[in-house]
Structure formats: structure tokens, C-alpha cells
Nanobody, 126 residues
Framework: VQLVESGGGLVQPGGSLRLSCAASDRTFSRYGMGWFRQAPGKVREMVAAISWNGGTTYYRDSVKGRFTISRDNVQSTGFLQMNSLKPEDTAVYYC????????????????????WGQGTQVTVSS
């Protein structure tokens, strides 16, 4: 499944953004989904992930309590609600799908994800 991200932009510290991840077909509903980010000069890191049916989620420590991952399998779309944004959240954000269908619990390793989109830039700055 191929994915396309949208919703990035420039926001002040403390602000919010909602990212969307649109899938190319309905098989999206069989696969877990992850949000990742990559800042200049840094390795890509997982931000959050959600299992195929939304039953389990994962968040990296630095975003817990601020970000919320969700999905709508009817619309074949995933979301990342980002609140209380900080300058250190600045990065290109990507979504990707787990290569194994119906995995539980959600996978937290980057290597099992594929179908990367082109990314969407999030810049947090005053």
C-alpha cells in the first residue's frame, strides 16, 4: 500500500497541527501504520504507531501526552494530532505501513514499515 502525507506547515510553539496519511487502497485496513520524522542531520525516528484495528498504540516518550495517533479504516486514512508543539518537533514527517498484516501488538521497529510517502514538513518556530 502506498501512502501520501499532508497537513504540515509552520506553527508557533504551543500550537497544533493535524497530519493526514491517505492510503492508495482499502488494504490499508489490514496493516498497522506508523508516523516517523527526520530532522536535518538526524536519523529517522518513529514518533507513533497504531495497529491495524487501532487496538494498540505506541508513542515515543518525547511526544506522549501531546500527540495522538488514530485511523479511519473506512476512509483508508491515518492521522497524527500534534498539540503543544515544540521547536524540537521540527522535522519532515512520514507515514508508512507495517509489512505484516493483522500484527498485534503494534510494531515499533522502523525496518518492518514500508510504503513511505514523500513526507510533509512541520516547522515549529516563533
Amino acid at each position: 500500500v502506498q501512502l501520501v502525507e499532508s497537513g504540515g506547515g509552520l506553527v508557533q510553539p504551543g500550537g497544533s497541527l493535524r497530519l493526514s496519511c491517505a492510503a492508495s487502497d482499502r488494504t490499508f485496513s489490514r496493516y498497522g501504520m506508523g508516523w516517523f520524522r527526520q530532522a536535518p542531520g538526524k536519523v529517522r525516528e518513529m514518533v507513533a504507531a497504531i495497529s491495524w484495528n487501532g487496538g494498540t498504540t505506541y508513542y515515543r516518550d518525547s511526544v506522549k501526552g501531546r500527540f495522538t495517533i488514530s485511523r479511519d479504516n473506512v476512509q483508508s486514512t491515518g492521522f497524527l494530532q500534534m498539540n503543544s508543539l515544540k521547536p524540537e518537533d521540527t522535522a519532515v514527517y512520514y507515514c508508512a505501513a507495517d509489512m505484516l498484516p493483522f500484527r498485534q501488538p503494534v510494531a515499533t521497529g522502523t525496518s518492518v514499515y514500508d510504503g513511505w510517502g514523500q513526507g510533509t514538513q512541520v516547522t515549529v518556530s516563533s
